[in-house]
């Protein structure tokens, strides 16, 4: 199975900008997915592909990365984005998520 | 607008089944890959498997092949869920989601089911 592998949790100030990385045990090509999932709620998908917004979602968030290495990137950091994010890889089956990683105020 | 609707929290005793649902709308149901997810505090989550509602087939992790049977009712265009011999470590929030029709990911979730596996 891919194994991706996420930073358990990052401190940013509100208006900052913040990364969160993914890295993935072998290459995914760019089979790779962001969601935000906030207390007591589904997940939300927000990029799509490594680097496609998905619609409706606000242009600060973006994604890049290809191979192993990816980042979903937040600018700037607003409070509604206090949240887990996860990535999830579709280069093979079975479908496998990273464990997120917890966005936190400073 | 898409929705999907799941069924109720479940308190099940340890070796029985339950069987979740998950009502949809606001798109074609028929055309459509449906899948199902496990997530447990920690809070990782799993891919159990997909299904095409238009002819039943599916495809299951391994993990969860024995575990998890998905169907699906076209005519109300309703997936489901059975899990079997139920064990504490099955207690989870299991989540419905579509599969997009451009590529292998959720763009829409239902809210989530907890499932209690307790005497």
């Known amino acids: 199975d891919t194994v991706l592998t996420q930073s358990p949790a990052l401190a940013v100030s509100l208006g900052q900008r913040v990364t969160i990385s993914c890295r993935a045990s072998k290459s995914v090509s760019t089979y790779m997915h962001w969601y935000q999932q906030k207390s007591g709620q589904q997940p939300k998908l927000l990029i799509y592909?490594?680097?496609n917004l998905e619609s409706g979602v606000p242009s600060r968030f973006s994604g890049s990365g290809s191979g192993t290495d990816f980042t979903l990137t937040i600018d700037p950091v607003e409070a509604d984005d206090i949240a887990n994010y996860y990535c999830q890889q579709s280069n093979e089956l079975p479908l496998t998520f990273g464990s997120g990683t917890k966005l936190e105020i400073k | 607008q898409v929705k999907l609707l799941q069924s109720g929290a479940e308190l099940v005793k340890p070796g029985a089944s339950v069987k979740l649902s998950c009502k949809t709308s606001?798109?074609?149901?028929?055309?459509?890959?449906m899948s199902w997810l496990k997530q447990v505090p920690g809070p990782s989550i799993e891919w159990i498997g997909w299904?095409?509602?238009?002819?039943?087939?599916?495809n299951y992790n391994q993990k969860f092949k024995g575990k998890a049977t998905l169907t699906v009712d076209k005519s109300s265009s309703t997936a489901y869920m059975d899990l079997s011999s139920l064990t504490s470590e099955d207690a989870a929030v299991y989540f419905c989601a579509r599969i997009t029709t451009h590529g292998v990911y959720f763009d829409y979730w239902g809210q989530g089911v907890m499932v209690t596996v307790s005497s």
């Open positions: 299904i095409y509602a238009g002819d039943g087939g599916t």
């Open positions: 592909s490594a680097s």
């Open positions: 606001g798109f074609t149901f028929s055309t459509s890959y």
